[in-house]
């Protein structure tokens, strides 16, 4: 817990909120520092099974606070220095991390929510390349991970044109996971981390360090890769205990390990 990150811990879920509503959750350098410390926490926490990352007010993050912007700043520094750790850690964490897009997730609140594992959108949220729009290019992963979601042109239309994509765009582009209505926001979001804390947290980690390896690599680099990391899922409990489920026709109860 900070300013500007709340921080709880609920039924094996980390609940991490950006806490500045009245600048739309803009970034300022403590809340870069204290959202890297967040994921950290959530990281090493083994109780922790899923991250939900999301809000507070009615924004997800407008990104940079450009009150903090003046000539002074070195712009590549700012990034290797304060965003760029952010990315890399959601990227790393062995635990499936799922951004619930409350409201507008514009610059690099945009470039957050791709770099999650899962988008739940609220019929309220947008999304907005606004980089454009200050003579900038997109950051924090931004041209890493959207044009992997959407496809390069569409991507590319996103960037330069920096038009706003409303949640059922979103979810028709593949940017969504799913579109939620305000009123179900919080049930079907703890929902939704629930079904996913409850999941073979190993697998998971080993899924998403594969696929993100998988874009740099050869097949036969995949396919040894998938070798290596199914000899790993095969040693762990949950592995052993789906099997038993699946043979004595019952729900499996998987405990992470
Ligand atoms: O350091 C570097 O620059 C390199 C790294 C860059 C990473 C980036 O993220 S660059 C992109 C930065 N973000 C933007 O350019 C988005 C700017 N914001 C907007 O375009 C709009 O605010 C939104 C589309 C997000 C929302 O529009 P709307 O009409 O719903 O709200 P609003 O009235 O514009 O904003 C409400 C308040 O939040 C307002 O403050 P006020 O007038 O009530 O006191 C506004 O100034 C403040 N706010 C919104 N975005 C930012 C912000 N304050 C500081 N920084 C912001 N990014």
């Known amino acids: 817990m900070s300013d500007t990150i709340l921080y709880e811990v609920k039924n094996s879920t980390a609940w991490i909120t950006l806490n500045r509503p009245d600048k739309l959750n803009a970034f300022n350098k403590a809340m870069h520092s204290d959202l890297l410390k967040a994921l950290q926490d959530a990281e090493n926490d083994k109780t922790v099974r899923a991250i939900v990352l999301t809000g507070a007010g009615r924004a997800f993050s407008a990104g940079q606070d450009l009150s903090e912007v003046d000539n002074s700043i070195d712009y590549s520094e700012l990034l290797r220095n304060r965003y760029n750790p952010i990315i890399h850690k959601m990227a790393n964490i062995g635990k499936p991390i799922i951004a619930a897009v409350n409201g507008t997730a514009a610059g690099a609140?945009?470039?957050?929510?791709?770099?999650?594992?899962?988008?739940?959108?609220?019929?309220?949220?947008?999304?907005?390349?606004?980089?454009?729009?200050?003579?900038?290019?997109?950051?924090?992963?931004?041209?890493?991970?959207?044009?992997?979601?959407?496809?390069?042109?569409?991507?590319?239309?996103?960037?330069?044109?920096?038009?706003?994509?409303?949640?059922?765009?979103?979810?028709?582009?593949?940017?969504?996971?799913?579109?939620?209505?305000?009123?179900?926001?919080?049930?079907?979001?703890?929902?939704?981390?629930?079904?996913?804390?409850?999941?073979?947290?190993?697998?998971?980690?080993?899924?998403?360090?594969?696929?993100?390896?998988?874009?740099?690599?050869?097949?036969?680099?995949?396919?040894?890769?998938?070798?290596?990391?199914?000899?790993?899922?095969?040693?762990?409990?949950?592995?052993?205990?789906?099997?038993?489920?699946?043979?004595?026709?019952?729900?499996?109860l998987f405990n992470g390990d």
């Open 109 to 252: 609140g945009f470039s957050l929510a791709l770099a999650a594992d899962f988008r739940l959108v609220s019929e309220k949220a947008s999304f907005l390349n606004a980089f454009i729009h200050i003579g900038l290019v997109p950051d924090s992963g931004n041209t890493y991970y959207l044009p992997r979601i959407v496809g390069h042109s569409k991507a590319l239309e996103l960037m330069v044109l920096g038009e706003k994509v409303v949640a059922e765009e979103a979810l028709r582009l593949g940017l969504a996971t799913k579109v939620i209505s305000p009123e179900n926001w919080k049930s079907e979001v703890s929902m939704f981390a629930g079904r996913l804390a409850s999941m073979p947290t190993k697998a998971i980690a080993l899924i998403k360090e594969g696929l993100l390896k998988s874009w740099d690599s050869t097949l036969g680099e995949v396919l040894e890769g998938e070798a290596h990391a199914q000899g790993l899922a095969g040693t762990t409990s949950d592995h052993m205990e789906g099997v038993q489920a699946f043979l004595e026709k019952r729900k499996p």
